[in-house]
Every structure is written in structure tokens, then in C-alpha cells.
């Protein structure tokens, strides 16, 4: 990557003070638990790259199939001279289908908390799109982070959203993040938006318990970080990955189940694990077409356009 990405990358990424913390603050509370967004070090977005690619994992492709089918539809709500904000925007493979499809975009922002994993995509997207001002922002997305201004004013703000990462919220907290992201396309701006959608049991599960173990992987990639990165003592052996459906919460739960009982130390601090006790380590809610509008509206935004496959197993949507 050139110099000027790494001079020019705004870097609001959490510090490793704010892991240490809200590792021993997750782990400290009656049910253990460590934010979703700490899997994506570089080996934890390599494995989810991988992720996308397994045949259990529904959602990537059933997303791409959406965008690839109705894309005239897509870039024309989002109109011209529109800057494209992405937060988590990962390898923004998804979101060359957008770009490509757009007429003139002002300006790309993708904001992703791995700044490796940002400064690789914004190299191949600056190739694949010469033309189009990106600025890259290395931030967590569920924090207040500057949007930085392009050279030629937008039009129009628009939030790309997708993936269905806001599946990873419970619901308070995706209003809240809807909030952020009404704020900062003002009153004129928009929002296209993966939501996943409620389906039978089985396949749920299978899409987060494939049988390659890779999801496994990348669930336990979280422990191998906090060793390297904190100097945490996990026997990572000793604790495996478990996907299951809660019905109630209409959620997948991500768990690292102890399978003994055993203490663990993280900087200088010692947390007790029985046997069978687990670390909640993500939720992705499952939505209906209804639940989400009502999630949504309580942060001011309208659903004008629902795009969806023949299976209504996914759902891509746009909202003003
Ligand atoms: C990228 C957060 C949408 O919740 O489905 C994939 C992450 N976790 N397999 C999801 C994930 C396990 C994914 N999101």
C-alpha cells in the first residue's frame, strides 16, 4: 500500500488499552461474554473470507445473488453523485457490485476496525476503481468516527450496510447504530442494508457449525488473540465452539464452551471457568420483514424498497 493510505488513513481503531478492557469487563460478568467486533484481527478476517466461501454459509452468496439481480434497481435509489459510507467494510468484494453500478460516485469511504484488512482492500479497489476518491477510515463503526470530506461535495450521503452485520447487535444497540448512521447521512441520505432473515432450525445452524471447522476456527481465533495480544494464558484446547439457535431471542449464538474447569490469567488478572460454562462470543439476530421495520423506524428510518431471493432467506433493503 502506498504511503500516502497509511499518512491519509484516519486511525480510530480501538487500542489495545480498550481490548484489555473490555476483555476482563466481558469475562467479569455473571454471563461471560467478549464483543463480536474482537474477532476481526488479520487471521480472524482471513477466516471469515473463508467463511463466505463455505457451501453451509447461506448468506454471502444469497446476498451476492440479490445484488447481482437487482443492482439497476439498488444504484438508482442511491442516485448520482453519491458518497458511499461502508462501515465493516471487510474485503469489499460485495460492495464492487455497487460501485461499478453507480453513476459517478462522489466518494467511497470503507471503515473497518482491521487496518491490514483496510489497507489491503482499499489497494485492490484503487486499482479496480482509479477514478473514484476513496478515503478509508480505520475506526469501530459503533463509535461516533469522522466521515473526512471529499474533494468534490456529494449530492447525497448513503450507509452501505450489508452482510447483515447488524444482526450482531442486540436490538438496543442496533438502534442505536442506526441512529449513528442517520445521523451521518442527514436528512437527504439513505440506507441499503443486509438483513438476514428468519428460517428453519437446521439450516441456521449449519451456517454457523460447517462442517470443515472453519467457523470453529475463526470462533477460537479469539482466545489465540487475546494470548498474543494480551498475554492471556488460554489453553485453547481446553474449550470448544458451539453455534445454536435461541428461539426466543430469535438469535444464533457464538459460544466457547470450557470443557473443564480451570482458571485463566489475562493481565495480571485470573477469571474462573467451571466445566460447561461458555463465553457468548456473538449473536446474529434473524429478522422477519415486519420486526426489522420496527427496529428501524425506532431510529427514524422508512423502508421504501425490499429486495429479496425466492427463498426469502435473505433480505436487501433500502431505506430513507
Ligand atoms: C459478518 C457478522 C454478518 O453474523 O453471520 C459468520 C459473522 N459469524 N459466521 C454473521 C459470522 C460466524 C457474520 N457477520
Redesign the pocket.
Known amino acids: 500500500m502506498s504511503v500516502s493510505d497509511e499518512q491519509e488513513l484516519q486511525d480510530q481503531q480501538p487500542t489495545k488499552k480498550d481490548f484489555m478492557a473490555d476483555v476482563k469487563d466481558g469475562l467479569s460478568a455473571k454471563q461471560k461474554w467478549i464483543s ?1 467486533m474482537y474477532f476481526y484481527d488479520a487471521e480472524g478476517s482471513m477466516l ?1 473470507d473463508r ?1 463466505c466461501e463455505l457451501t453451509e ?1 447461506y ?1 454471502t452468496r444469497t446476498e451476492l445473488q440479490i445484488l447481482n439481480e437487482h443492482m439497476d434497481d439498488i444504484a438508482a435509489v442511491t442516485g448520482p453523485q453519491a458518497m458511499v459510507i461502508e462501515p465493516g467494510s471487510g474485503s469489499s468484494l460485495k460492495t464492487r457490485r455497487l460501485l461499478a453500478a453507480l453513476r459517478e460516485p462522489a466518494a467511497y469511504v470503507p471503515v473497518e476496525i482491521s487496518r491490514e484488512h483496510l489497507l489491503d482492500a482499499v489497494q485492490g479497489l484503487r486499482q479496480d476503481f482509479p477514478a473514484l476518491p476513496i478515503l478509508p477510515v480505520c475506526a469501530d463503526f459503533t463509535s461516533e468516527f469522522d466521515i473526512p470530506e471529499p474533494e468534490t461535495a456529494e449530492k447525497r450521503r448513503v450507509v452501505y450496510f450489508p ?3 447488524i ?2 447487535f442486540d436490538p438496543a444497540d442496533a438502534v442505536d447504530l442506526l441512529k449513528i448512521m442517520k445521523k451521518k447521512v442527514g436528512r437527504e441520505g439513505g440506507l441499503i442494508i443486509g438483513v ?1 432473515l428468519r428460517k428453519d432450525r437446521v439450516t441456521l445452524e449449519k451456517a ?1 457449525n460447517d462442517r470443515d471447522g472453519i ?1 470453529a476456527l ?1 470462533n477460537l481465533n479469539l482466545l489465540h488473540r487475546i494470548n498474543r495480544e494480551l498475554g492471556g494464558n488460554f489453553d485453547v484446547s481446553n474449550f470448544s465452539h458451539r453455534a445454536e439457535w435461541n428461539d426466543e431471542e430469535s438469535r444464533i449464538e ?1 459460544h466457547l464452551v470450557s470443557e473443564i474447569e480451570q482458571d485463566v490469567t489475562i493481565g495480571g488478572d485470573t477469571f474462573h471457568f467451571d466445566k460447561g460454562e461458555y463465553i457468548l462470543s ?1 449473536c ?1 439476530y434473524k429478522f422477519t420483514f415486519r420486526a426489522f421495520e420496527e427496529l428501524a423506524g425506532k431510529a427514524g428510518w422508512t423502508v421504501k424498497q425490499v429486495w429479496t431471493d425466492n427463498r426469502e432467506w435473505f433480505s436487501v433493503q433500502y431505506l430513507e
Open positions: 463480536s471469515f467463511i454459509y448468506p452482510g447483515s452485520t444482526g450482531n438476514d454457523y467457523t475463526f457464538m456473538e446474529s
